[in-house]
């Protein structure tokens, strides 16, 4: 009996050294998250009330005041750590992997990628992304990115579309598709969805650059398409 509590042990041990990721992810057990208190939903608002505001150090500020054993932290300080491009954001996100926030790790992990122009790594994380959480309507228009830039545009128009009626007061979803027709020129269905969800001139000026930036060698979507820095559309990452 000894003898296997200790082979039991060393394998633990083992697959916490070999998963890359932060210890406190082998305290939880698979698809678990701890529930904050009420005095920490608020600190967790007031956190999110600052990063939609743009204000991200004060956001973090707030969020270092709780437990980083709570996935909802640490989810919250991977997405300011992305914003301001530090890189502490990985390994916060792979710690979400396995637990209930797990979609969110994955999603984050593939906004990295794709901000780093790794496309194929971006599309293994969004599409896992996609399978965990699929009426998220941002992991879908990231994935919806991610085919674009891949040139792959009928999976891109289907991912669109789906984040479109997933969350019809999102326009971020509507100007990456007008984006896509107009790359196809395509231009009498990219004026008439433009007027349909209500797209500034603005916007559909910026499609119109982002098709044109599509065309020219090969270019890559820019990568402040990929989702929103807040969850106040339209707004865009920097």
Known sequence: ?????????LLLLGG???NG????????????CAKPSSEQELSLNLADDMANEGKMHASLANLQSLPESLPQVRQRKAKVYRLLGRSEAQPLYRSLLG????????????QLAAARGDNAQ???HMQRAAQLAPTDEKIRNDLGVVYLNQRRMEDARFEFMTAMELKQSDQLAAVNLVTLL??????GQAAQLASQVGLSPEQVTEAQARAE???AAGAPVAKDQVAAASDTPPVLIK
């Open 1 to 9: 009996m000894k003898a296997l509590i200790t082979g039991l042990s």
């Open 16 to 18: 916490c050294a070999s």
């Open 21 to 32: 990721q932060a210890p406190w992810s082998a305290l939880m057990s698979p698809g678990a």
């Open 99 to 110: 637990t209930c926030m797990a979609a969110e790790g994955e999603h984050g992990l593939g």
């Open 122 to 124: 971006a599309l293994t």
């Open 182 to 187: 107009i790359y196809q020129d395509n231009w």
């Open 213 to 215: 930036k599509l065309k």
